[in-house]
């Protein structure tokens, strides 16, 4: 028989700081982006060996996986026991020869939001390239057809409608992160704001 969630099990997975929801807010910057899968096109490029090109059709052929996840919203709002259906990082990297110099991450987005990740934490196995969430497919607002879970870092680290992923020697911020947001974003030390960054980093 499953083990029955107590409280004191819920609360240790509530970083500080956070309310829990059962509900899935919406948080974009912009609007949703129109999605033509006849157009969509996912690409690989920066510092690898050979920039690669998948359409809708080929992305969609890629192994799947699924996995089960806590969201942390730096707004103060987290949802646990997502559940996320996709490709995960760590099956996509293994068709990307990524040249040694490469460190870090940038992606990119349609409607030109973009997220930087350092690619220790990009490659972990729980971050996935997910188009369905809890059995279903995701709602255009949630990032339909495709959007990068990360749940070891506050949400805006998990981009909708990405389209890119840009491998970099050297780290580049992203939207929120050059507008006063945490570089790195671990939300169990409250990395939320840039001005709590550590100069020496
Ligand atoms: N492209 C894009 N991705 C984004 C955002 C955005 O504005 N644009 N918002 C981020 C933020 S702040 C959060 S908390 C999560 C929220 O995901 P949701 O809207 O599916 O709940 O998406 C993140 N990914
Ligand atoms: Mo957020």
């Known amino acids: 028989m499953a083990k029955p969630l107590i409280a004191q099990d819920v609360a240790a997975r509530v970083p500080p700081g ?27 490029v920066g510092l690898v060996e050979k920039p690669l090109r998948f359409s809708y059709q080929e992305f969609r052929a ?26 995960r990082v760590a099956d996509l990297i293994k068709l990307v020869k990524l040249s040694p110099e490469a460190r870090y991450v940038i992606v990119h987005c349609d409607g030109d939001y973009t997220t930087n990740l350092p690619l220790n934490e990009f490659l972990d196995d729980d971050a996935m390239l997910a188009h369905r969430h809890d059995g ?56 939320r704001y840039s001005f709590q960054e550590d100069p020496e980093d």
């Open 18 to 44: 956070q309310i829990l929801t059962d509900k899935f807010p919406v948080l974009s910057y912009g609007a949703t982006p129109r999605f033509d899968p006849k157009t969509w096109d996912f690409k690989v």
């Open 62 to 87: 890629l192994p799947q996986s699924r996995e089960v996840a806590d969201f942390h919203c730096v707004t103060t709002w987290s949802r646990l026991d997502n559940v996320w259906e996709g490709v």
């Open 136 to 191: 279903r497919d995701l709602e255009p607002d949630h990032g339909f057809p495709l959007r990068l879970v990360v749940p070891k870092l506050y949400g805006w680290k998990s981009a909708k409608w990405v389209r890119a992923l840009e491998f970099a020697d050297i780290d580049r911020r992203g939207f929120w992160e050059v507008r006063g947001y945490h570089n790195h974003a671990d939300p169990w030390t409250e990395e």
